[in-house]
């Protein structure tokens, strides 16, 4: 009996990558959240970055400089998320302390 092979259609491929590439998450845990093999996805995101690069490679210098702009926006949007969630979770804990305290006066 010989092992059938699995295909994936273009969005599901591309979707998986995206998950990869927005989430940072490593590669072998979004593949096992898919039930994909790590070694099919890493294929998939290489020639993404593969693609990208190629495409990056064409762009002009203008370009390639507001791209550069943007990711570095990103990031910095990305540490402020980050930040802005550890405060709300304190303040969540904080209200929860509070209320507890307040009911046992």
């Known amino acids: 009996m010989g092992d ?8 599901f491929r591309a979707g998986a990558v995206r998950i990869v590439k927005e989430t ?4 072998a845990q979004v593949a096992r ?3 994909i093999s790590p070694y099919t ?16 490679d064409r762009l002009g210098e203008s ?12 990031a910095q949007w990305e540490k402020d998320r980050a930040e802005l ?8 804990r904080s209200v929860v302390l509070w ?3 307040s009911m046992n006066r």
């Not at 059938?4 to 969005?11: A, C, L, M, Q």
Request: charged share 50%; hydrophobic share 30%; aromatic share 4%.
């Open 33 to 35: 959240d898919l039930g």
């Open 85 to 92: 969630e550890m405060e709300r979770d304190l303040l969540k």
């Open 24 to 27: 940072g998450k490593p590669v």
């Open 63 to 74: 370009e390639r400089e507001e791209l550069a702009r943007l990711r570095a926006e990103r």
């Open 4 to 11: 059938k092979k699995r295909r994936f259609d273009p969005e």
């Open 41 to 56: 996805l890493h294929n998939w995101v290489k020639n993404d970055r593969q693609q990208d690069q190629a495409a990056g």
């Open 99 to 101: 209320v507890k305290d």
